[in-house]
């Protein structure tokens, strides 16, 4: 009897373990609404500086593998950038939308073999990590999908984003 409940009992600190694990990774992937007055100081700045003139209409932080990420949502005249910048005020990424005809012509002709019946919803150019791509959100056939492409037009990524409200 004592063997039976010492095996129960390393089962149940395994699940509980495993829960905790998961929530503590679901609970870092969120992020959150945050203000310019309650970010550091470097980070605000490199903020500003990315958008000169334009009105930031988001900010928000995330931990990103044990980093905090601010994100911000900017409009310039009616385009739209997100940014994100690290707690040192440097820039992490940058995702800008643009027309498909400004995308390479390589990238044009893979958006157009890879979206067939479909629509491009959302097109943009991503520059992260001194890398740049292109992502397009293509929705047709009951279907969503977020492709990523190199600058030479080769699929990079596919993501099937038919339940996200994005």
Known sequence: MKKHTTIECVIALLSIA?????FIANAEDKEQATTMESIPAATAKAIKEQAPGAKITGL????Q???????AKINVNGNVREISVDGNGKLVSNEEAIKLSSAPEAVQKAITENSKGGKVEKFEK????????FE?????????????FSP???????????????
């Open 60 to 63: 928000s932080k995330e931990e």
């Open 136 to 148: 397009a959100l293509v929705s047709g056939n009951a279907k969503r999908e977020e492709i990523v």
């Open 152 to 166: 030479d037009g080769k699929v990079i990524e596919r993501e099937d984003k038919t339940k996200d409200n994005d």
């Open 65 to 71: 593998d044990g980093n905090t990420i601010y994100g």
């Open 126 to 133: 991503v520059s992260e990590g001194g890398k740049v791509t």
């Open 18 to 22: 495993v829960l905790s694990t998961s």
